[in-house]
């Protein structure tokens, strides 16, 4: 039997970017829309296992209706770029799944459904619809069935014809008959003013049809109605006829166009990594891709039970062979080397044995090639083994050359090359509870090949570095960097389990008595954590405005009680509740089980070559996104301790560095000369702005000018300035138009940096980091338009990155040759956290500052703010 499937792409992708949050990928990419429709899509190929997959979408905003009546979906808003950068990855998503798409000029998806759902019907196929538009009920028949999104996108309602009359009491046919009564005020479909869905029906079920109840007028009852039927006939039948789906469209595909077969596709695999859908990939059952280019070329080496001094030569590439992901702690299962010498696996009791090996790792004179020298560097020192000489890091060389790539593994990196041996760690370990190590022979030739990569890619990689004239980026900052942060990683920062356990006690404490006041409100005891519970309170006990529903009630989730909040005060107790709930579960309790047992800190670890923009980022545990907005979060912060009892916490931070970058950047006079004469920068641009005096800016004006002014370094929206100030989109527009009045000079920044863009292919940081852009010459405007706001944004942010990263390498130096015992613990975004001896606080109030502040060269001052205590959350 055939079964289709047609999906109303348009709509579906439309709902799936309201219902879900902005998501966006670590290279700032929105992929809340494609991940929605993505898991869509896989629900219905799991579920119904259709021989035929159509996804239709709108061709344009103009269609043959428009010729009905012109104003047809003239009061749907613009859509969102957010929403719009996404569709053309859901078009290549698509197509990489080996699903059919179409569009037709002058005719809606809802055509094109209908036209292929009756041809398909015609020859005894299954059909179903999927769609988030009622409308298309009018399609139901035998053998078609439309599903309904309900909650989002993935809970629908299926509606055959029975289900069709029990919903509307009328047969799935005489839908447009409804819609021609009472209207869609979706689609702007004005019907007959006055008539609403159920004096509709009650007609229709009445007469029958619109035909017959016009052709009945003397027999209505109710003077307004019938005037308002008479009056409005021929707006009601135009009605009747925009609702009607053309089921004899031109389409030009035929229904075995639209075979389906559920497969892998290369492009696929690629396409959802790069969208960091990790765990959609794992759920289509794909999660082994096994690398099946690799050549089982034969490498000659020798394996060591011996180390000679002919084994051990400078230039030496190195494999530390550390195969867990927190590597602090993991075994280091073996070490491999290749030279002009010949090419050597080294077991790790060989090398943890020879005092010649430990000390050739420990001699900066004799030069190593890695893939990921940090993690090396910290994995041996975690065993007390230093390892000194690293001149070429493979992963830090790849990620610099091109950010925008998805995989920097030394596979990935080696295939991009053209050198096909070298086996994914994934393909060759397995993952999760498949992970096994091979013996010995095996692991060796596995460690042997990467050795052998990284040997033959240094030279190829380090060209490309001179050629982008990113030298100077790689040796004096990415690589000594990664040594500072070495130091960082094994040092941890001492973490009081007491304090941590005592907050957890008042955390409940506190959600306890908020549980009463919430019981107290409600006036019944029930259970706050259950949806259905909470629902049934909210919405039948205290009848608060009902706002959306789902598949087992109403929904209770965070959007809906803040639209909530102004009409009844449980409201903002729950919310309340649910934060410190997830503060208590996922802080709390998570850094006590990352606490060290030996040394009793935590040691985070940190991605230096992971975000396009070069940020750093932590895990294991994040210690850049503890939450600071409710004050117990800011608690939290009282855990982290200096490692001596007499000593404190010194906290140093940023003051507006970015948008200090983009004054030098854009070289505008009036962001010049307000961070020249210390001014607040808010107050300054609200006095613009608004055009009012400093002493006449309001709190209102501050927030939304400081708004725009981060919003601009992120390359915001209208839609994403209105969703932040909660304010019109238009109301928005208008606000960054006078904006980028009051700051000419930003404006021209961000002309000139969109066509030098578009001149060079990337754009590059200050210190010369680079983003490319291969999207800025699209001709699809949405990607070009995602493409133009990255470089907007990727110069400030990225320049803002090199500028605190130049400032560690320079600041660990300088402790160095001050002499001073303290230490530099964290970096998180543009603070840096130290420890040190209260005999040394004077000392760092002057050096910390003049070391950051002097980090680069810029036509505004940097200015650092420093504050220090006996704890991180007293560094305030």
């Known amino acids: 039997m055939k079964k289709l499937i047609l999906v109303d792409g348009s709509g579906i992708a439309y709902r799936a970017f309201f219902a879900l949050p902005l998501l966006n990928t670590d290279k700032g990419v929105y992929t809340n829309a494609v991940y929605g429709f993505t898991t869509m899509l896989m629900k219905i190929i799991e579920e119904e296992k259709p021989t035929h997959l159509l996804v239709a979408f709108d061709a344009g905003k103009t269609t043959f209706r428009h010729k ?124 007959v003013p006055g008539v609403g869905e159920k004096t509709a029906i009650k007609l229709l079920k009445q007469y029958g049809s619109m035909e017959k109840i016009f052709e009945s007028l003397e027999d209505i009852s109710g003077k307004k109605l019938k005037e308002r039927l008479t009056e409005n006939k021929d707006q009601a039948f135009m009605s009747k006829e925009l609702a009607t789906i053309d089921c004899d469209a031109p389409v030009d595909v035929t229904l075995n166009d639209l075979a389906f077969k559920k497969e892998m596709t290369e492009q696929m695999v690629d396409l959802f990594k790069e969208l960091e859908f990790h765990s959609l990939l794992e759920r289509m059952g794909f999660e082994e891709v096994i690398d099946q280019d690799t050549k089982e070329e034969k490498l000659e080496f020798e394996s060591l039970s011996e180390i000679k001094e002919e084994h051990l030569t400078s230039p030496s590439a190195l494999v530390v062979e550390v195969l867990e992901d927190n590597y602090h702690y993991a075994d280091i299962l073996g070490f491999a080397l290749a030279n002009e010498n010949g090419r050597y696996f080294v077991p790790s009791e060989t090398a943890f044995g020879s005092d010649k090996f430990k000390k050739w790792l420990a001699d900066e004179n004799q030069k190593k090639i890695v893939f990921d020298g940090k993690r090396d560097v910290v994995a041996l020192k975690w065993r007390n083994i230093d390892l000194n000489g690293v001149t070429f890091d493979i992963q830090m060389a790849s990620y610099l050359i091109d950010p925008s790539e998805s995989n920097h593994d030394l596979s990935a990196i080696a295939k991009r090359k053209k050198f096909n041996y070298v086996f994914s760690d994934e393909a060759f370990y397995g993952k999760g509870a498949k992970r096994t190590i091979p013996e010995d022979e095996k692991l060796a030739d596995h460690l042997i090949r990467k050795a052998e990569a990284l040997l033959k890619l240094m030279p190829s990689l380090k060209k490309e570095l001179e050629e982008n004239r990113q030298s100077s980026l790689f040796y004096e900052l990415e690589l000594p960097l990664s040594l500072v942060l070495a130091d960082m990683e094994v040092m941890g920062v001492k973490t009081s389990r007491e304090t941590l356990e005592k907050m957890g006690k008042e955390i409940h404490k506190k959600l306890d008595e908020i549980e009463r006041d919430i019981h107290e409100l409600a006036g019944v005891t029930f259970n706050i954590n259950s949806p259905k519970q909470l629902g049934e309170v909210l919405f039948e006990k205290l009848e608060l405005p009902v ?36 503060l208590s579960s996922t802080y709390v309790d998570g850094l006590l089980k990352v606490i060290h047992p030996e040394t009793g800190k935590i040691h985070t670890r940190y991605n230096q070559a992971l975000t396009q923009t070069g940020r750093l980022s932590s895990t294991d545990p994040n210690l850049q ?136 292919g990337y754009v590059t940081t200050l210190l010369h980091r680079r983003r490319y852009l291969p999207e800025i010459t699209s001709r699809n405007f949405n990607r070009r338009s995602f493409a133009e706001r990255t470089a907007m944004n990727t110069p400030i942010q990225g320049s803002a990155a090199d500028i605190i990263k130049k400032a560690m390498i320079n600041m660990a130096g300088r402790l160095e040759k001050e002499e001073l015992t303290a230490n530099m613990l964290l970096q998180v975004h543009d603070e840096l956290i130290f420890e040190a001896p209260k005999n040394e606080i004077d000392r760092l109030k002057k050096i910390v500052p003049e070391v950051m502040e002097n980090a680069v060269s810029l036509n505004v001052p940097l200015k650092v703010d420093y504050a220090y205590g006996a704890t991180w959350y007293d560094a305030k």
């Open 68 to 191: 009905t009546y012109k104003e047809y979906k003239g009061t749907r808003q613009k859509t969102p770029p957010e929403l719009s950068e996404q569709l053309p990855f859901i078009h290549e998503l698509l197509d990489s799944m080996g699903i059919s798409r179409y569009e037709r000029d002058q005719y809606e998806a809802d055509d094109i459904i209908g036209t292929l759902s009756k041809q398909a019907q015609e020859k005894d196929w299954d059909v179903k619809v999927v769609t988030g538009d009622k409308d298309l009920l009018q399609l139901v028949d035998d053998r078609i069935t439309v599903s309904l999104t309900r909650k989002g996108i993935t809970d629908v309602d299926d509606y055959d014809n029975e289900k069709v009359f029990e919903r509307y009491e009328i047969e799935p046919k005489k839908i447009i008959d409804l819609k021609g009564l009472m209207g869609d005020s979706s689609d702007n479909i004005p019907g």
């Open 547 to 582: 706002i959306k529903k789902t598949k087992t009630g109403y929904s209770t989730s965070a959007d809906v009680l803040e639209k909530l909040a102004p009409k009844h005060e449980i409201i903002s107790k729950i919310l309340d509740y649910r934060q410190l709930g997830k």
């Open 625 to 760: 996104n503890i939450p600071i907005r409710l004050e117990e979060g800011k608690k939290i912060r009282k855990a982290f301790l200096p490692a001596n009892d007499d000593w404190v916490i010194f906290s140093a931070d940023y003051s507006q560095i970015e948008l200090r970058v983009l004054a030098h950047i854009a070289e505008d006079k009036n962001l010049i000369d307000a961070f020249e004469n210390e001014m607040d920068i808010h107050t300054k641009t609200a006095m613009d702005v608004f055009g009012v005096g400093e002493e006449e800016v309001t709190d209102l004006m501050r927030r939304q000018a400081k708004a725009v002014n981060f919003g601009i370094v992120y390359g915001i929206s209208d839609y994403g300035l209105s969703q932040n100030l909660g304010i019109t989109r238009k109301e928005a527009g208008e606000f960054i138009d006078r904006y980028l009045n009051s700051f000419p000079g930003v404006k021209q920044y961000m002309e000139d940096i969109v066509q030098k863009a578009k001149h060079d």
